[in-house]
């Protein structure tokens, strides 16, 4: 943003600003989308957010702590906590589907949500068939109503996936070695 307002000013005498300011912020844009497509880290979110500039042209969506998550695909992950080295595996464990556990599965394949996942799909107006991530994030960015169905979704698996995941903490805390002298 810095250079775009720098190549602003340097253009200070070529007139009509609007259009200067215009031209240099879709040179902006062209360099982000670029470096979005490219960078490898963020597979998960440029995936999500293809077009970086209708992303940022909403006028909408404000993003909580459960939709940074499923965005970045960073939280209560077990492919994200393994990856960090706070877990042993990085396979769900609500599910026999034996797969990573990441955003792509949590909010999208893990049977454990099933029944959370159809009725958004449904108050979304999209079929079962195809519960792309890409297809919610375009109703996300269509209107206020869909962002906040999914940011309700977000919020109350991972909610759940805490809870069962301090559960599990606290019965792993308590198991005792059986013969203790
Ligand atoms: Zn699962």
Request: hydrophobic fraction near 35%.
């Amino acid at each position: 943003m810095a250079s775009e307002r720098k190549r602003i000013f340097d253009r200070r005498n070529e007139g009509d600003r609007s259009r200067i300011a215009k031209e240099e912020r879709d040179c902006t844009m062209v360099s982000w989308q670029e470096i979005w497509t490219r960078e490898y880290r963020g597979r998960w979110t440029a995936r999500l957010v293809p077009n970086i500039q209708k992303w940022t042209d909403r006028k909408h969506g404000e993003l909580n702590f459960f939709l940074t998550q499923f965005f970045t695909g960073h939280g209560l992950f077990y492919a994200y906590l393994h990856k960090m080295g706070k877990v042993t595996v990085p396979t769900c464990s609500h599910c026999q589907k034996r797969e990573d556990d990441d955003a792509l599965h949590t909010f999208f394949k893990c049977t454990k949500w099933a029944a959370e996942r159809s009725q958004l799909l449904a108050e979304l107006g999209l079929t079962p068939q195809i519960p792309t991530p890409e297809a919610v994030v375009s109703k996300m960015l269509e209107g206020e109503r869909s962002w906040s169905l999914v940011a309700a979704y977000a919020e109350t698996i991972l909610t759940r996936k805490t809870l069962l995941e301090r559960e599990r903490q606290r019965r792993e805390h308590l198991v005792r070695p059986a013969i203790q002298n």
